[in-house]
């Protein structure tokens, strides 16, 4: 009687623990590119499986989604995107999908950088290329071309500002804690202490940057993806191309940037991680303006890379700003 006890709440017990909230399967998630997949690791911990659709060194910019993504949206219980229009791809997938989970937009919150109007006029310059390119086809057939680089009137690189990191984490933090309300405490203990490292980070790269004299805060990037970084540490960036990799910089443009420097003796250009570097060495041999290390705008690099984690990245980013901008 005793054995056969023993055993029925042995049974008991291992029917409880297969059932508790710590023995469950990790929460599913799919993050739109690598810096949101990575906040969502470092938040998230071994309580969720994060897959991210737009993986190291990839340009979220011209990314067209396969039925591998919508298979993996379809399962996963958590979105997480940017917003602000930066993955103008997204809907398109979710419907191909089928996906009825929660979703989290990172930049809720974020005050958003409305695009000069140099930058507008080359988004518009932009639109107006794509159409002409594809106008013909459109007339006679329903196809879906919507490439997702359409920003409208403001900047989405919103990450670029550990400020702004610190809103997106915490957005990340409380969503996941409403999706899998039995982690919820974990969720925003990780990311008050994420939120943590960011501020202390933040400090550091002002002191740093404070070091430089204004006159010399002037970079050349070849993709307009840090005015966010220029707002927050007072730096200001021209870059040939407008916010999305899929603008194609003028032979104006170009000669303009290439005066510009030769007037403010810019003495340093940066190629991001996600761009065709040919841009920036045309313009380095003009002016002679040294071409520095790379910088990571919307994606991280592989693992044995400088930036693997956005943390990595903005440390990366800052110290090879700095460097150039104290030998110019």
């Not at 103008?88 to 979710?94: A, K, Q, Y």
């Not at 220029?230 to 910089?249: C, D, H, L, N, W």
Request: net charge negative; aromatic share 6%; proline share 5%.
């Amino acid at each position: 009687m005793v054995t056969r006890s023993l055993s029925l709440a042995l049974a008991l017990a291992a029917s409880t623990l297969a059932f508790s909230p710590a023995m469950a399967e990790p929460l599913k998630v799919v993050a739109s590119f690598s810096i949101l997949g990575d906040m969502v690791k470092q938040i998230g911990g071994d309580d969720v499986a994060v897959t991210t659709l737009v993986g190291p060194d990839g340009d979220a910019h011209v990314f067209e989604p396969t039925p591998k993504d919508a298979k993996a949206l379809g399962e996963a219980k958590v979105l997480v995107e940017n917003g602000l229009d930066f993955e103008g791809w997204m809907p398109r997938l979710v419907k191909a999908s089928g996906f009825s989970g929660e979703t989290i937009t990172a930049s809720t919150g974020v005050k958003p950088r409305d695009l000069t109007p140099e930058e507008l006029a080359m988004e518009e310059a932009e639109e107006a290329h794509d159409h002409k390119a594809e106008g013909h086809a459109e007339a006679d057939h329903d196809h879906d071309h919507d490439h997702g680089h359409d920003h409208g009137a403001v900047d989405p690189h919103a990450w670029q500002s550990l400020p702004n990191g610190e809103i997106y984490a915490r957005n990340i933090a409380d969503g996941l804690a409403k999706a899998d309300p039995a982690h919820a405490k974990e969720y925003r203990e990780r990311g008050d202490a994420y939120i943590a490292e960011m501020k202390a980070l933040d400090t550091k790269i002002r002191a740093e940057i404070d070091q430089v004299p204004e006159q010399q805060r002037l970079i050349v990037t070849s993709h307009d993806a840090f005015g966010y970084f220029g707002q927050a540490y007072g730096i200001r960036f021209i870059a040939p191309q407008g916010v999305s990799t899929e603008s194609e910089a003028s032979a104006r443009d170009v000669a303009e940037i290439i005066d510009q420097i030769r007037k403010q003796n810019i003495r340093a250009v940066f190629v991001e991680n996600i761009s065709d570097p040919r841009l920036i060495d045309q313009i380095s041999r003009e002016t002679d303006a040294k071409v520095g290390g790379a910088l990571f705008s919307d994606a991280l690099s592989p693992a044995g890379g400088p930036a693997p984690t956005y943390l990595d990245m903005f440390r990366n980013n800052a110290d090879e700003i700095v460097k150039a901008l104290k030998t110019s």
